[in-house]
Each structure stands twice: as structure tokens, then as C-alpha cells.
């Protein structure tokens, strides 16, 4: 691929606005940990009911796949702006108060929690409405998780900055006004209102209708509309003929008897079948994309690398203030975060030549390795660049994951599927950093890498056992 990939991409008319949006309102979600933290504390004058806010933040998300299925069935126009005004007036309502009261807080943040609007999901959503080819998918999904990469580091650096002149509210007002702005700026961009209005259009020239087809043209974007109008009308007719062929057939059919049923037995009731079918349907409806095989594959492979990456932010701390060096664990893990954004760039521009199941597998043992050596290594300056090659594997490890889940979910669904999988990884890193902390304090840090190593070895596996289950590629 040529180096001015993203650059088309991202000259393709409507995109540059609707993405900027997305990523400005993304960085609210930077920000919520350290102003949330650090308002609760300062008010109530307790770590505790910070730590408290900040759980109840952080365990209403598993609610997050829900509200995207909300996205999908009524729109994203309908309901983001909904959620992100309420998840605003929450923040507003922790960040203004002058309570000292904790269960203030702790409310304010499930609300939050409970409302926060899907914007990464929505986004990607997006990306693979406009791009139907998965090779320019690729590419725009290597920029999206470079992007999350950047927004995580610049985030909490925002608001360290921001409380240098200002009180630990002015943060939860900054992360309330992100959303705001982002929410409404996404969701009346020109991609928006293309990708929800016609989903299954293959290719993003429909976005250039007002003569800059020319733009989308040069960076191989654009298709023929009207081709694919005229195509479409034809197969239409062509299904209309074929069922008047169907059904003529039928007619002239010959009826014949049913056939006996064999003594001793007895025919299924239809009763029974309704039954079946009902209790079959009532469970899709309630999985959702999670019924279908091979993506339920995915979301567990996500959840095992979360479990396996958890103990890296309480290890790497632990490990450099055994040093006497606290500070540096901020150094540390942004390398891992450079290492995260630098690898989804690149990613992005390799050629899409391995099965799913295959680069998973090994993604998730390449990072394996690194998270072992990181458990191994007791230098701190050693320790940075084996940090900067783990974090390299886990944007690409993510991509190939969204990919795959465009091809195992339909359109309705994917807003949610892609909730799922950031779900699973944020529940994997909560126990995995539990486990870490009680490790930490009993043993050598390293023992806790040690150990998630083994867990990602163990994820590997599976990922290399799943190819019948989640190659469609």
C-alpha cells in the first residue's frame, strides 16, 4: 500500500469531520478516571469513596453492549445524543457540587457508567459502512485504535495539566462538554447520516454526490451508483421472476398423502414445535450477536488477552517504585501506549494475507513472549523497549478482531458486536489487575507477568484451535 493511505481515507468528503468528532468525544472517556478520582477524594476527603465512584464508573459498563443494541434497532441520531446528555448532567452534578456526601459521587458515576455513549463502536460502525473493501478497512481500523492509543495517553495528561490552575471538577466539566460536543458533531456529520440511512451500499461515493466523486475516485473509493441501482433492479426482478416460477410450481403439484406414522410412535405436536421455535428466537433476541458461534469465539479471545494483559499497570508500578523510581511507571507504560498506537499504523498497511484464526494466534503469542520477558526483566531502561513490542501487538490484535466480527455479524448488529469485544477486554483487565494486586504484595511483581503470560499462551491456543469457527476471510 502506498505511504498516502490514511490520507485518502481521510480525504474522502464527510469523514474528516464525523472522525474528529468521534475522537474529541472518545477523549472524554480519557479523562472521567482522574477527574472522577480526584473530585470524589477532594470532596469527601476519602481514597475510598473515590475508589468506590470510580467501581461503580467501571461496573455499570457491562451494561454497554445493551445500549448499543439501542443504537442499532432505533438509530444512532435517536439515541447518542440522548445518553450524552444525561451522561453530561451526571458529570455536571459530580463536577459542580460542593457535597461532601460520597454517595453523591458514587450515583453521579454509575450514571455516567450507565449512560456513557458507545462512540468507539458507533465510529467503526461507521468505517465499515464506508468501506466495504476490508483491505481499506484495515487500514481505517489501524488509524482508529492508533487514535483510542493517542486519546489514553493525552487524556490523563489533559487533566493532570488542568488541575495545575483549576479545582478536580474543572475535569469532570471538560469531560462532560467532550461528549457533548463529540456526540452531536458524529452523529450530524454527512458520514453519519449515510452509514444509518443506507447501510448495505457497498462503497463511500454515495458521500460525494455533490461532485467531489473525483476526490473518493483518486483514492479508489469510488463506485458507480447508478450501476449498482440499476444492478440491484435487476436482481430485484430477477427474485420477483423466480418466485412467480416457485409458485406456479407448486400449483401444479400433485398432493399426496402424508405419510403413515410407523406404530409405536407419535407425531411432534405443533404445540411443541412453537415452543421450540419460540424458545429459540426469545434466546437470539436475547444474545444478540453473542448466539452466533463465531463470534462468541472472538469475544472470548478478547476477554483472555484482557486477563492476560491485566496485571501489566499494577506490575510495572509496583516493579519501578521497588526501584525508587514511582514516576517512572508513567514512562513506562507510555512506551507500551507509543508501542500500541505505532503498531496499529502499521498494521493497517500490511498486506491481508493470514486467516483470522492465524493471526490471532499469533498476535496473542507474540505478546505472550513480551509480557513473560517483562515479568523477566528487572532493569527499568531494559524494561521499556520490551513494553514498546507488547503494545505493538494489542492494536493490530484488535483490528483483525473487528474485521473478522464484520464478517460473522450482520450490519443491524455490529454497533453492539463491537461493544462486546471491548467489554470482554475491559473485564479481562479488571480481574487480571485484582490478581495482579495480591500477587504483587505477596511476591515479586514479575510473578504476576509471569503468570498472564501463561494465560495468553493459553488464549493462543484457543485462537489457533477457532479457525472453523471464525475464518470467513
Sequence with gaps: MSSTGYRAVLRTPGVPYAFLFSALGRLSYATIGLGLLFTTQRATGSFA??????????????????????????????????????????????????????????????????????????????????FPDPVIRQRVYGLDSATEEVLHTVGPLLVGALLLWADAGAALVLSATLAVVGTVGLVSS??????????????????????????????????????????????ALDDSAAAVQASALDAQAPLRPA????????????????KAVGAGAWWRRLAGPLHRPGFSVLVLLCFGLGLGAGPLDVAIAARADQAGQPAAAGYLLAAMALGSAAGGLLWGHRTRTARTSRAMAALLGGIAIATALAGLVTSLPLLAPVLLLLGAGSSPLFVVAWLATDTLVPDEERTEASTWLDTASNLG??????????????????????????????????????????DRN
Design 49 to 130: 469513596a473515590a475508589g468506590l465512584a470510580l467501581g461503580a464508573f467501571g461496573g455499570v459498563t457491562v451494561t454497554a453492549p445493551f445500549k448499543s443494541r439501542l443504537v442499532d434497532r432505533l438509530g444512532r441520531r435517536r439515541t447518542l445524543p440522548v445518553l450524552a446528555v444525561v451522561y453530561a448532567l451526571a458529570l455536571l452534578t459530580a463536577g459542580l457540587s460542593d457535597s461532601r456526601t460520597a454517595g453523591l459521587y458514587i450515583g453521579a458515576a454509575a450514571v455516567a457508567g450507565l449512560t456513557a455513549p458507545p462512540l468507539g463502536a458507533t465510529m467503526r460502525a461507521i468505517w465499515a459502512a464506508l
Design 190 to 235: 454527512r458520514a453519519c447520516r449515510f452509514a444509518e440511512r443506507r447501510p448495505r451500499l457497498q462503497g463511500a461515493s454515495a458521500l460525494a454526490s455533490d461532485g467531489s466523486a473525483a476526490a473518493v475516485q483518486a483514492s479508489g473509493l469510488a463506485l458507480d451508483d447508478s450501476a449498482a441501482a440499476v444492478q440491484a433492479s435487476g436482481l
Design 259 to 274: 405419510a403413515p406414522t410407523p406404530p409405536g410412535t407419535s407425531r411432534p405436536s405443533a404445540g411443541g414445535a412453537r
Design 429 to 470: 483487565l479488571t480481574a487480571g489487575a485484582a490478581v495482579a494486586g495480591v500477587l504483587a504484595e505477596r511476591s515479586e511483581p514479575g510473578l504476576a507477568l509471569v503468570a498472564g503470560a501463561g494465560v495468553l499462551a493459553v488464549t493462543a491456543f484457543i485462537a489457533r484451535l477457532s479457525g472453523r469457527a471464525v
